[in-house]
């Protein structure tokens, strides 16, 4: 196995992973964008997170390092378009999952828990935060900058 195959194979784990995790986060969303009961979101939540924090960002470092050290391997050069544009949507999506989603779950995870320690079996408040259109769209836009980082990982459009 050469080197390149090496970066290649550690690229294609990170995005998998960051894909996986984004798939888990958003069904695990729209799990708790569903239910009224504290406890259960409390639950999702934190589960929510594990996947952000031990999945996705460690996902999103593994490609974006060993694509880098691919980039030259392969013979590509940083300012391919195809490229450039790979690591704009990278960023995107770290800065939407990150500045955005991860902060408001945190604050999410403490009202339901508060709800919890009050006793509190429902919530049809809490429902309906956790299921904003604000949130479900910033959700959306993470799970597609992932899609066009990935397509333009696989696809390299412009390359001859």
Request: hydrophobic share 60%; net charge negative; no cysteine.
């Amino acid at each position: 196995m050469s080197y390149a195959e090496v970066l290649l194979f550690l690229h294609i784990l990170g995005a998998f992973l960051m894909v996986a995790a984004a798939g888990v986060s958003t069904a695990v969303g729209i799990m708790a964008a569903r239910t009224s009961d504290p406890r259960t979101m409390v639950t999702l939540l934190d589960l929510q997170a594990r996947a952000e924090w031990f999945v996705m960002t460690p996902g999103a470092l593994i490609a974006i390092l060993f694509g880098s050290l691919l980039v030259d391997e392969a013979g590509f050069e940083f300012g391919d378009s195809w490229l450039t544009l790979a690591y704009v949507f990278w960023v995107v999506a770290l800065g939407l999952d990150h500045g955005v989603l991860i902060p408001f779950n945190r604050r999410l995870r403490r009202r339901a828990q508060g709800l919890v320690d009050e006793k509190v079996e429902e919530s049809a408040e809490l429902m309906a935060e956790a299921g904003s259109m604000r949130t479900m769209l910033v959700a959306l836009a993470l799970d597609g900058s992932l899609v066009i980082f990935v397509y333009l990982m696989v696809a390299k459009p412009g390359l001859s």
